[in-house]
């Protein structure tokens, strides 16, 4: 019992198939504080970088607005060509601002998990629409790990602008002794880095977020060892099953050879323990082939197809043991056993041309030669 119950312990790292699944249906990490943290950071340095720009195309935006001829405003078709300007003018000093963002919008969330589009992710879910989950949800140990990363997040954010409102205090005061324009550009100059600041500081909840959702992530695709055997019967199939395909795949190489035996020139036999079918052109091939090959049953079943369609039937059993041993179905005869097969092969050729009257009667090759090294007693 206790066997059985330990089985069912999710204790395992998930397998690569169930990952691959699991990715297919959207499940990935993901953190959301990495995703704020780079859109952040990113969008303060856009402002320190294009900010000047960002401003004078604003400022010549507002001049543009407030220095229109008198006509204009009681002309609607140069008021709506005006105002088309001013959009335009507006996108072209935001454009630089918002492709950073844009940019930093795709790299967070890809940062971790990489890339993914899911349409199972997208799919809408009942039970997402379930108030007893919805509660579940809100009042679970999630909810209470993201209420306490909000708290931490307020706490990392407001101890880090206390530290730098003590660091900036004399600058910011000696903002006052400065003239009008210089004080505002220096005033923009401190807000712009302490903004990044800020922001920076972000990226130590999502040093804390990203190895959590990974461990979330890990655990929450685990698996048993009942889990990973199921896994591998429906991935390799049943014993039972796979024992019926290979005997299927055995029925139809075995059927493939009985119908290669009629065009073979001789079969070679033990004589009862052992088949081999031959077959050798000269005109087409450089050495002769193994057509089929089989014992006991299937040496019976060749010798017997071999019969029926008039093929030389040959007992010469050391070749036979030889050949069923070292060569596959069609393959090559190998080089040891060339001079043997060429006597058994010369024997058929010279009965055949007896037959038509050319020649005399050949002698049965009662002696063929193996090789001590390629032969099977």
Do not use: C
């Amino acid at each position: 019992m206790a066997e059985g119950d330990s089985s069912q312990e999710k204790t395992e790292e998930a397998t690569p198939r169930k990952l691959d699944k699991a990715r297919e249906e959207g499940q990935i990490p993901r953190s959301r504080d990495l995703t704020t943290s780079a859109i952040l950071l990113a969008g303060t340095i856009g402002l320190a970088i294009f900010g000047q720009f960002i401003s004078t195309r604003l400022a010549d935006i507002l001049r543009f607005n407030f220095s229109f001829e008198r006509e204009v405003i009681y002309d609607s078709n140069l008021m709506i060509t005006h105002l088309a300007a001013s959009f335009y003018d507006g996108l072209i000093a935001l454009a630089p601002l918002f492709g950073i963002l844009l940019v930093a919008s795709i790299v967070g969330p890809i940062a971790l998990g990489g890339w993914l589009m899911s349409a199972k992710a997208m799919a809408p879910k009942m039970s997402r629409m379930d108030p007893g989950a919805g509660l579940k949800r809100m009042f679970g140990f999630k909810a209470l790990v993201e209420l306490g990363k909000a708290l931490g997040k307020v706490l990392v954010v407001l101890a880090l602008a206390i530290i730098l409102l003590m660091s900036l205090q004399h600058e910011m005061l000696a903002l006052a002794y400065l003239e009008v324009v210089p004080g505002i550009v220096r005033s923009m100059e401190i807000s712009a880095w302490a903004a990044i600041a800020l922001s920076a500081s972000t990226l130590i909840i999502a040093a804390i977020d990203v190895p959590f959702q990974i461990f979330e992530h890990s655990k929450k695709l685990k698996m048993s060892m009942q889990d990973i055997k199921d896994e591998h019967k429906d991935t390799e199939g049943k014993p039972e099953v796979k024992g019926r395909i290979r005997q299927l795949q055995r029925e139809m190489a075995n059927n493939r050879q009985m119908s290669a035996v009629p065009e073979a020139d001789v079969v070679i036999t033990n004589p009862t323990h052992y088949s081999v079918a031959i077959k050798y052109d000269p005109d087409s091939m450089n050495t002769p082939i193994l057509l089929a090959k089989g014992g006991d049953h299937m040496a019976l079943k060749i010798r017997e197809i071999a019969k029926a369609h008039d093929v030389q039937i040959i007992e010469s059993p050391m070749l036979a043991r030889a050949i069923f041993h070292t060569t596959e179905v069609e393959d090559e005869i190998p080089g040891g056993l060339y001079v043997a097969v060429a006597q058994v092969l010369a024997y058929v050729f010279q009965l055949r041309n007896y037959y038509k009257g050319k020649g005399d009667k050949p002698a049965y090759p009662s002696n063929v030669t193996v090789p001590k090294e390629m032969r099977y007693d």
